[in-house]
């Protein structure tokens, strides 16, 4: 069983930090964005930039409501030890509300776990989207260049 609980505890820790990673470098793209993007004019070819960018702050809102959703489902966990030991203060040690309880905290902690999983699974769609958004952009770059030239 501790093995179990020791992959469980390496998959979440490596998911944290998949989500901290992507929410870093969506932040680092809006920054390199901004930074190649100074001085210039608005064009319609910086469309796909500009839709890059809002991917990415989309991917950065994601990963931080993931984080947070994590947060409480792991207070929610808590919360079901305490009803399970007698200790809460609504339910106390009557078994039908300590039930009544834990069955709640497990419909609200499924909620909130495929609420994480769909947050999860989104930022990294609009970090990916946001990628090939700059690529599009750049290349349409190189395009009009090579078509001036």
């Known amino acids: 069983m501790s093995e179990k609980i020791e992959l469980y505890k390496q998959h ?3 998911q944290e930090n998949f989500t901290y990673y992507l929410i870093a470098l969506s932040v680092a793209a809006i ?4 930074h190649q993007t100074h001085g210039r004019g608005f064009a319609w070819s910086m469309v796909p930039l500009g839709l890059a960018v809002l991917f990415w702050a989309g ?7 993931f ?3 994590v947060i409480v489902v792991i207070y929610k966990n808590i919360q079901q030890f305490v009803v ?10 009557d078994p039908i509300k300590m ?3 834990n069955r709640i905290l497990k419909e609200l902690i499924d909620k909130d776990v495929n609420t994480a999983n769909l947050l999860y ?7 990916y989207g ?5 690529f599009i952009w750049h290349l349409y770059g190189m395009y009009l260049v090579t078509m001036e030239g």
Request: glycine residues 16%; charged residues 20%.
């Open 59 to 65: 991917s950065v809102i994601l990963g931080l409501r």
């Open 130 to 134: 946001g990628m090939i958004l700059y």
């Open 31 to 34: 920054g390199y964005a901004a």
């Open 99 to 101: 039930d009544i309880g």
């Open 12 to 14: 979440t820790q490596k």
């Open 121 to 127: 699974l989104w930022q990294g769609r609009l970090f």
């Open 67 to 69: 984080l947070k959703t």
């Open 84 to 93: 399970a030991e007698g200790n809460d203060e609504l339910a106390g040690s």
